[in-house]
């Protein structure tokens, strides 16, 4: 089954860190740049990180800089968001998507809050 699932969402204090996971089935992971987004109700998906095949590039939303980092594992599959120094404006749902694909997950709710 081709499929993206991810998970790690939670509720979490600001300034505190969470590491989305998001594991590919049905396709050949490797082949494809990756990207994380985000949506809060009533806006636009907002793109946040991606990477590309092997790793080697990535880029990032400017409101992301310095706090959030994207990796992946192609062994696993997996693509990460290492979420450092949260603020209550990182609220929103979290997808990851594989580029040109035209594959989401089906997002994982994440909330900083005190």
């Known amino acids: 089954q081709v499929q993206l699932v991810e998970s790690g969402g939670g509720l979490v204090q600001p300034g505190g860190s969470l590491r989305l996971s998001c594991v590919a089935s049905?396709?050949?992971?490797?082949?494809?740049?990756m990207r994380w987004y985000r949506q809060v109700p009533g806006k636009e998906r907002e793109m946040v990180a991606g990477?590309?095949?092997?790793?080697?590039?990535?880029n990032y939303a400017d409101s992301v800089k310095g706090r959030f980092t994207i990796s992946r594992d192609n062994a696993k599959n997996t693509v990460y968001l290492q979420m450092n120094s949260l603020k209550p404006e990182d609220t929103a749902v979290y997808f990851c998507?594989?580029?040109?694909?035209?594959?989401w997950g089906q997002g994982t709710q994440v909330t900083v809050s005190s």
């Open positions: 049905g396709f050949i992971f490797s082949s494809y740049d």
């Open positions: 990477i590309t095949r092997y790793g080697g590039g990535t």
């Open positions: 998507a594989a580029v040109g694909r035209g594959l």
